[in-house]
């Protein structure tokens, strides 16, 4: 927990400085780490989503609040401030019916591979559905899966809408969506890890638990006792709880499935292993003007262009910290950014001129 205060803590100087707050940010980030204090979480998540939405900032600053917010999630768990922000939230009935979500799973951008046996799961699960309504002999194989691949290829997006399919076909009475981390499974005491588990997987019943890196439960293999805590009682719930609970976990190739060598006991509940592939140039696009028509903006065709050659350029470096469609998230952030400086000089300033992002916007990135 250590590494985490310090990060926390350093990220939040960092964004004071940055921002002139004059100590208050820094002050806040203390009172979190001292005290545990709820009202000092919220304002400080305030003045991050102040930050952010804040056109006089320029995007180095506002990363640096984005990265704050990370942090924040990392000490706390992501449950666990999300219950902060929102102690009351009630969980909202979807009201889409099964062709809608499936209509919702297709209409993602690539993942081919991803669709095509998500859809065959739900065929095969409906199937035996039926088969047990009818006094037949049905598959007792879990719902659990594992998603491996890359960060920002669409796995906690895929996982939401498995959930919410499942529901509407009968498989879970809620069809909820609960992300949880390593801090939100872990305690800092020896059997109270068992406990913290058992909270989860009660607030997680009839719906999906989705637990992003899984590998870091188990941050030093054997020696670490609370990771073997928290398997053990996860291990027994994907047993007990099989009939009324999907647990989807997540994280990159090479540590899953390390991970899965070392519990062959975890390994043996999960069924269905569906690896996410990197984008492509010509998806990341498409994910990018996908972004710009649901918010009413257009791009020049020079910078489709730049767009496509700045994606293939992304993808040639083979970085494996590549952030796939955050990528294309981000370069829409930064495009709608330097849209926007350049629109508020226009005098007299048209409907197009608010549409349309130009090579100058681009170029400032290049």
């Keep these: 927990m250590d590494k985490y205060k310090s990060v926390l803590i350093n990220n939040a100087s960092k964004l004071d400085a940055i921002t002139d707050a004059c100590g208050e940010i820094t002050k806040l980030a203390s009172s979190i780490i001292e005290d545990n204090s709820r009202a000092a979480t919220v304002s400080l998540l305030k ?16 990363r640096v609040a984005q990265l704050l917010n990370s942090n924040l999630i990392e000490y706390y768990g992501y449950t666990t401030l999300q219950s902060i922000c929102k102690p009351d939230t ?65 796995k906690t997006t895929v ?12 498989l879970l009475s809620k069809g909820h969506f609960i992300e949880v981390s390593r801090t939100d499974l872990i305690a800092g005491y ?6 913290k588990v058992k909270k989860v997987i009660e607030r997680a019943k009839g719906g ?13 293999d054997h020696s670490d006792s ?33 991970f899965f060598e070392s519990n062959p ?13 990197n984008y492509q140039a010509e998806e990341l696009e498409e994910i990018l003007i996908s972004m710009c028509e649901k918010n009413d903006y257009r791009l020049s ?36 950014m330097n849209h926007a400086r350049r629109v508020i000089n226009i005098a007299n300033v048209s409907k197009n001129d608010l549409s349309v992002i130009t090579a100058s916007d681009f170029e400032v990135l290049s």
């Excluded at 989503?49 to 056109?55: A, G, L």
């Design 208 to 220: 999906v638990l989705f637990i992003d890196e899984a590998y870091s439960i188990t941050e030093n």
């Design 47 to 62: 003045k991050i989503s102040d930050v952010v939405d804040n056109p006089k900032y320029q995007i180095e600053v506002k």
């Design 90 to 154: 009630v969980i909202a009935e979807d009201t889409r019916t099964l062709q809608e979500l499936l209509g919702e799973l297709n209409a993602l951008v690539g993942l081919e591979t991803v669709k095509a046996k998500v859809n065959d799961l739900i065929a095969y699960q409906k199937v035996q559905k039926l088969r047990r309504e009818n006094n037949l002999h049905s598959s007792k194989n879990t719902l659990h899966l594992a998603f491996t691949g890359n960060p920002g290829t669409g």
């Design 190 to 195: 020896q059997g109270q890890t068992a406990l």
């Design 159 to 170: 996982a939401r809408i498995v959930g919410r399919i499942y529901k509407q076909i009968g």
């Design 301 to 336: 065709e020079e910078v489709r262009k730049s767009v496509k050659a700045f994606f293939e350029n992304e993808i040639s470096k083979k970085n494996e910290n590549f952030a796939n469609g955050r990528l294309a998230r981000n370069l829409y952030d930064d495009l709608v």
């Design 226 to 258: 609370y990771g073997r805590e928290c398997l053990t009682e996860l291990t027994k719930a994907l047993e007990d709880y099989r009939d009324d609970l999907v647990v989807i976990v997540a994280g990159y190739t090479e540590p899953m499935n390390k």
């Design 265 to 277: 006991g975890l390994k043996s509940r999960f069924n269905t292993f569906i690896e996410f592939e």
